[in-house]
């Protein structure tokens, strides 16, 4: 018997689908979710991809998040889209709103949607990603739940509020990043402990505010530290804002599941921001795009952002994902 199981794409989000709706999910939901964490996978995001089911599943149990929500779209001004996700998913809210932005964008140039009441517990860049595939630019952020303290604090207040950030470049595949503000995400934190290793010096507290590199020690009861000191506080603390400031959602210090035995997923808001660069550009953009990325490659640096995603991507779509036994047990089982 072998340790791995392979799966196509197709397949993978066959599965996932048939488990979303097993456990509470509209059809269209369970696409929608299936999708974004079956890509996730594919492109060797591991703590975003299948690790993420059994905590969905154990929401979906709890009564936390709705998986059958109808999001509703407000047009409320030429170059604002206000979705209310009704406790549901975030990508089907988007998706709901997505063709309402685009028409904004391409008019006005520049537009937002903003998106509340919605829970997010996947991977950024597949938000943005499309619209670069579009020729837009989009800007998107999301907060979650506490886990990572301010700059100079013990007890956490922000998510790790990932920014992911999308553009079209000249005969390649999008410019993609999708980065926390914290020094890790949590995922890669719970397979750290799952897997038995340590963390970076940096990246967290235990319970007591004492600097950690124990995975354990950051989940139970302990915190993440934000990258780069003050200036990642400082940026979570604008994804805040943004998320739910702006949105109308939960600050990530206002999720509270007490009451839902078994909830794992933050409600809060997403923010994305999409530009047209054909209306904005004072010169060709997409040639511009490459002419710095040229000159980074120039400089010495071997791999730009999304560049091992795309490498993962494309082995994936030759030869299958690659899943281990134990993770596709996993699958068959829930």
């Not at 829970?119 to 630019?137: C, K, N, S, T, Y």
């Not at 079209?168 to 595949?173: C, I, L």
């Not at 979570?236 to 509270?256: K, R």
């Not at 710095?292 to 560049?307: F, M, N, S, V, W």
Request: net charge negative; proline share 6%; hydrophobic share 40%.
């Amino acid at each position: 018997m072998t340790d791995t199981v392979t799966l196509s794409l197709a397949a993978l989000q066959r599965l996932l689908e048939e488990i979303l709706l097993r456990h509470g999910c509209s059809a269209d939901v369970a696409a929608c979710i299936a999708h974004n964490y079956a890509i996730a996978e594919q492109d060797g995001a591991k703590s975003h991809g299948v690790f993420r089911l059994p905590a969905i599943v154990s929401t979906l149990k709890s009564g936390w998040l709705d998986g059958k929500a109808v999001p509703s779209v407000d047009d409320v001004s030429p170059g604002l889209v206000r979705v209310d996700a009704r406790n549901g998913f975030t990508q089907p809210a988007l998706a709901a709103g997505r063709a309402l932005l685009l028409e904004k964008a391409k008019t006005c140039g520049i537009a937002a949607i903003a998106i509340r009441n919605s829970h997010h517990f996947g991977a950024l860049w597949p938000d943005v990603e499309p619209f670069a595939r579009d020729g837009l630019i989009a800007l998107s952020v999301v907060n979650s739940m506490a886990t990572v303290v301010p700059h100079g604090g013990t007890k956490p207040v922000y998510g790790t509020n990932p920014i992911a950030f999308a553009t079209p470049r000249e005969a390649d595949d999008p410019l993609v990043f999708d980065q926390a503000s914290s020094a890790l995400a949590n995922g890669d934190v719970q397979i750290a402990a799952r897997e038995g290793h340590a963390l970076p010096a940096g990246a967290g507290l235990d319970r007591y505010g004492n600097p950690t590199t124990d995975p354990q020690a950051v989940l139970d009861g302990g915190a993440l530290l934000p990258f780069g000191g003050h200036k990642g506080s400082s940026i979570a603390l604008m994804v805040e804002i943004l998320c739910a400031g702006l949105t109308g959602g939960q600050f990530s210090f206002e999720v509270d599941w007490s009451e839902h035995e078994g909830a794992l997923t933050p409600k809060t808001g997403q923010t994305i921001i999409v530009l047209d660069p054909e209306r904005g550009a004072s010169a060709p953009f997409r040639s511009r795009v490459e002419q710095l990325l040229t000159k980074l490659r120039a400089a010495g640096q071997e791999r730009l952002p999304g560049d091992r995603r795309y490498a993962n991507r494309r082995r994936a779509q030759l030869n299958g994902i690659s899943l281990t036994r134990d993770e596709h047990e996993m699958l068959l089982a829930l």
